[in-house]
């Protein structure tokens, strides 16, 4: 599927886009709020400051991701792999993390607050925790 046909879609009131590909597409500011993307190949996608509160991507791949300023809040990345993502100033408050691979993610400017971080891979090798926010997050 091509950017101009998922938003074509999306604007069509579709919201189930799990098992999509739309690896190293870009997307910047855009809206995408309640969309199942879960299992989807998003390897070096561009999500730049787009909105993205309570979507699943359970199981996505989103390896070099690049979600600068994304809204991930009460998102599911449960399992994602998030190897290399850049998710500075990223907000993640209250999203479910759970066995996600963080393996050389930068966090630099993140809310994490509230955040489940439980089971996370590679937390000890992201980038810039000591400058997120993550009061009340679980590990």
Known sequence: MTVEEFLECYADGERDFSRINLIESEFSEDEFCEVDLSWSNLMGVKLIEVDLTGTNLTGANLTEADLTGADLCNINLTGANLSRANLSRANLRFSNLTGANLTGANFIGSDLHEANLQQVI??????????????????
């Open 122 to 139: 590679g937390l000890e090798t992201c980038k810039g925790l000591e400058n997120a926010l993550w009061d009340d997050s679980t590990i």
